[in-house]
């Protein structure tokens, strides 16, 4: 009967290269991140249904301002990855639907806002109160100002409704060196307006929305006018921030009773 092979005998396991199988998994790990990662035209695809109005240009624009970090290849081409979008889209839904200035969208980045988080409260409310959101804020802080070709690009708006705009003093803009620049309140005013255009409301039927936003702010005003003029910058800065929360008290307000007379048009 043969002898059984001694554990001498047996052939040596082979021997596994961890150091060449950890770079195959690296190597496999980056393609497959490569697969899923979007160049910006993908995305602008991806994001057209939702936001017919996003631009390559636009998500350059968001880049120059750091609200967004895509991959570079060694030859310079961005590349997107899921989250990436994610993001894009969380800051997309912000401008459209709350009308937040950048500097607010990226405080809200910062402080973990997602895409399907609830708007963050200004302010801790007082015991009994429900706080509400202001969309933009109303300091005086230095925001990003945009050429009117900027506008026109963002916005998709005809120039000749921008200077309608102005005639009306809807919107005024401010010259520097020979050249009139927006800020994002205005260039908000005029995305507003475009859209509005699309059903024929012009320039000259604005004025109701004008009389009826210097109606309101000049009751806020009246509300608030002592705290405002006060010397205290404690106070100050509490009264800001109480007109913003009853500016959107207002504007919710004002959004309830739309819906509540336009019911009665569609009964």
């Known amino acids: 009967m043969a002898a059984q092979a001694t554990p001498a005998d047996a052939p040596p396991p082979a021997q596994l290269d961890l150091g060449s199988a950890d770079q195959e998994l690296v190597e496999a790990a980056e393609l497959a991140k490569r697969k899923k990662s979007l160049t910006i035209g993908a995305v602008c695809k991806a994001l057209a249904q939702e936001f017919p109005d996003v631009s390559i240009s636009k998500i350059r624009y968001l880049e120059d301002q750091k609200l967004l970090t895509p991959r570079r290849t060694p030859g310079g ?55 509400w959101r202001a969309s933009m804020s109303v300091g005086q802080g230095a925001g990003a100002l945009y050429s009117l070709d900027d506008v026109l690009e963002e916005t998709k708006a005809e120039a000749g409704l921008v200077r309608e705009l102005e005639e009306y003093g809807v919107v005024k803009g401010e010259m520097r060196g020979g050249v009139r620049y927006f800020d994002e309140t205005e260039r908000e005013i005029v995305a507003a307006v475009a859209e509005l255009a699309r059903y024929g409301v012009g320039g000259r039927n604005l004025r109701v929305f004008r009389s009826s936003a210097d109606r309101e702010a000049n009751l806020l005003q009246q509300i608030l006018a002592p705290a405002l003029r006060s010397r205290n910058p404690q106070r100050r800065k509490e009264a800001v921030e109480a ?24 009964r």
């Open 243 to 266: 007109l913003e929360n009853l500016a959107a008290v207002a504007t919710h307000l004002k959004h309830l009773l739309l819906i509540r007379d336009l019911r009665k048009i569609v």
């Open 77 to 131: 081409y961005r590349l997107y990855t899921q989250g990436d979008v994610a993001r894009l889209r969380t800051i997309l839904r912000m401008q459209r639907d709350e009308f937040l200035p950048l500097r607010v969208i990226r405080q809200e980045l910062a402080a973990g806002r997602s895409g399907d988080a609830p708007p963050a409260p200004g302010r801790p409310p007082r015991e009994g109160m429900r706080t």
